[in-house]
Structures are given as structure tokens and as C-alpha cells.
């Protein structure tokens, strides 16, 4: 059987649509394009509740898109339309800087720092916030095809982690990040640069945290069957900041995220597919089994 259906994406998106779910009061820094596409991720992104007020028309440039083959349960192919896009346009005076100032977490999406404008902006937030106190956090969302260059990628990574309190990144991209296969050797490099935290999504095989004050905390994967695991990493990334604004310590923070990645891996979307704190905290107290009714 083949379908075709069309969802807003992208992982500052899902993760701003997965927090406002979460019952976060959270905004979008972005840009859409003056089409039909844009219209759309406007509408859907206010009717779940995400403040737009940073997220421009740009004139120019087209909304980007992103065509997925999804083969359940992990086999994807992804076709990217960003050259050029809106979203990679935004600049500093798309901000608002008493907003900025005023939140609880500034999140990044690493892909953000790939060209500019969009980079020279994203790393003015979060020196502001920085230099402010604020807390930052970083998904590193390491995509390739979208830099020049490994290095200048890396270069940009690293100026990035020294104005974050907490970086995320998959095994591959701790390794990136890192510079190491090793995710110890790779998380050490990390709090070097200044986070206190530093934070392993490993699928299937579940998280591991590291923080200066010496915890590893390592969380099992959640033995699920998976549909589409598009969109899990960011569902996890969201849930673990709804954790830091919660307060919670380092170890419940990657269980409710973990299970939150896992409740997207049953499902076939990005952003539709994010749960709320009910459907998460179900999961943690009754296990898998609390899906067979779905």
C-alpha cells in the first residue's frame, strides 16, 4: 500500500510542537515561505499552540521540504528542498530579545548553524542568553549534506556547545561532537567546552547521561514495536527539556524522554506523532502493554 501525507517537520518544529503538547508554553524561531506551505505550517503550528511571533514570511526564499520513504520499521530515504529555504534565512533582527531573555531554555538545532544568516543569529541568541545566565540547549542534529565541510561544521559545533548548558546528540553525533567513537571520551571533550551536561540518544538501546559532577546514568531502551522512527530523536530531545524546566534530576529526565521517543516510534508522523504527559507517564507505569490497546 502507498500513501502520500503531508506533516510539518524538522527538528526545531517537532520539538516545538512536542512542547507544547507537553503542556510547555514554547515559540518557534524560524521562517516559512510566502506559498501554500508555509500558510500550512503556520496554521498547524498555532493550533497546537506554538507562539509564532518569531517565525517570519521571508519575500524571497521558498518554504523547505523534505520528502520521506519511510519503509517500517527503520528504513527511510529522505529527499531534501532547501537550496535555498526560508528557514536558514533568519537574522538577528528576527529576534526578539526580551522574548529571548525571557524564556526558561533557548533550544537549537544544530542544523541551524549551518549557513548564514541563520548561524550568525542562532549563535547571537545564545551569547545573549549566555551572557545573561540563561540556559541553553543544543541538539546537535548533525546533517552532512547541509555544511561544507566536516570541519567547518565541527568549528561551528564547538563555538555553539561553549554557550550551552546541555547538549544532546545521537551516537553518531556525540562522536561528531565529540571527536571520539568512545561516548565517554566524546562527552569529556564536551564538558571541556562548558556543558553540564551531555546527553546520548541510543535508540533502540535506550540513553546514557553524563554530567560534570561525575553521574553516568545509563536508561534502557523500551521494548516497543516500531512503526516509523522519524521524529523519535526530537521527540526525546523535547521530553528531556520538559524534564530540565520540571526540574527533575538527570535519571528521570532520560526515562520520560526515552519513553516519549518510544511512543513515536509506534507511529507513522513527525510532529502529529508527539505525545502528551499522559500517554508518557502511562507508558512508564504499565509498560509496553499500555500500547496494544492502540
Not at 514570511?57 to 523547505?64: N, R, V
Not at 543544543?138 to 565541527?154: A, C, I, M, T, Y
Request: a negative charge; one cysteine or more; aromatic letters at 8%.
Amino acid at each position: 500500500m502507498q500513501t502520500f501525507r503531508k506533516y510539518l517537520g524538522g527538528a526545531a518544529g517537532n520539538m516545538a510542537v512536542a512542547l507544547a503538547r507537553l503542556g510547555a508554553r514554547v515559540g518557534l524561531i524560524s521562517r516559512v515561505g510566502d506559498d501554500a506551505h508555509g500558510r500550512f505550517l503556520l496554521r498547524y503550528l498555532q493550533q497546537e499552540g506554538v507562539d509564532t511571533t518569531m517565525v517570519r514570511t521571508d519575500p524571497q526564499y521558498p518554504t523547505g521540504l523534505a520528502f520521506a520513504e519511510i519503509h517500517p520499521p527503520d528504513r527511510y530515504r529522505v529527499l531534501f528542498y532547501r537550496k535555498p529555504c526560508a528557514d536558514i534565512q533568519v537574522e538577528v533582527t528576527d529576534l526578539d530579545e526580551d522574548l529571548l531573555r525571557g524564556a526558561e531554555l533557548l533550544v537549537v538545532a544544530g542544523t541551524a548553524l549551518s549557513q548564514p544568516p541563520s548561524r550568525e543569529a542562532t549563535l547571537w541568541a545564545l551569547a545573549r542568553r549566555w551572557d545573561a545566565g540563561g540556559r541553553n540547549v543544543l541538539d546537535v542534529d548533525w546533517r552532512p549534506q547541509f555544511w561544507r565541510s566536516e570541519e567547518e561544521g565541527r568549528r561551528l559545533c564547538d563555538m555553539a556547545m561553549g554557550l550551552c548548558d546541555v547538549v544532546i546528540a545521537n551516537e553518531p553525533e556525540l562522536a561528531f561532537a565529540g571527536g571520539s567513537d568512545e561516548p565517554a571520551t566524546a562527552a569529556a571533550r564536551i564538558h571541556s567546552l562548558g556543558p553540564a551536561q551531555v546527553i546520548a540518544k541510543r535508540g533502540a538501546a535506550g540513553a546514557i547521561g553524563y554530567s560534570t559532577a561525575g553521574e553516568r546514568v545509563v536508561v534502557p531502551g523500551m521494548p516497543v514495536t516500531a512503526l516509523n522512527t522519524l521524529g523519535c530523536g526530537d521527540a526525546f530531545s523535547a521530553a528531556y527539556c520538559w524534564g530540565l524546566l520540571q526540574g527533575w534530576d538527570l535519571s528521570r529526565c532520560l526515562r520520560f524522554a526515552n519513553a516519549s521517543g518510544a511512543l513515536v516510534a509506534t507511529r507513522h508522523a513527525c510532529s502529529a506523532a508527539m505525545p502528551d504527559q499522559n500517554e508518557i507517564e502511562t507508558l512508564l507505569a504499565v509498560g509496553p502493554r499500555a500500547l496494544q490497546k492502540e
